[in-house]
């Protein structure tokens, strides 16, 4: 059985968030935490794992524009494809439900690589 996020929410969202006593120690509850390259946030919303990927991404294509000119297509189409889309394919299942909003960053992410390996203009 395949659970998605919104799914999961509904029984994630009834755990109480109190911070927790132990050997005079105080264990605060966290508002997102990374689990295997992926950023999960309380809701399940995937907002901040949108907004890592995308930032990542956009910082290689900006690194790989400054070199753009010495590269070759075949060479930038490698890069693009090692630096960015690796990153927006790895668990991409997640990507099913999000919302018309969060897929558009990503989309835009796409289309920058893409101006990068053909060489159009930004």
């Known amino acids: 059985?395949?659970?998605?996020?919104?799914?999961?929410?509904?029984?994630?969202?009834?755990?109480?968030l109190n911070?927790?006593?132990t050997n005079k120690q105080t264990i605060k509850p966290s508002n997102c935490v990374r689990d295997l390259g992926v950023v999960?946030?309380?809701g399940l919303t995937l907002v901040d794992h949108v907004t890592h990927i995308t930032s990542v991404c956009f910082f290689h294509i900006r690194q790989l524009w400054?070199?753009?000119r010495s590269l070759t297509v075949d060479t930038a189409h490698s890069l693009v494809w090692a630096l960015v889309n690796s990153r927006l394919d790895y668990c991409n299942v997640l990507f099913a439900t999000l919302p018309a909003?969060?897929?558009?960053?990503?989309?835009?992410?796409l289309r920058a690589a893409a101006r990068l390996v053909l060489q159009l203009p930004g």
């Open 1 to 16: 059985m395949i659970y998605y996020p919104t799914v999961v929410a509904r029984y994630v969202l009834k755990v109480p």
């Open 19 to 21: 911070p927790k006593q």
């Open 40 to 42: 999960v946030d309380s």
């Open 66 to 68: 400054l070199i753009g």
């Open 101 to 109: 909003g969060q897929m558009s960053r990503l989309q835009s992410v």
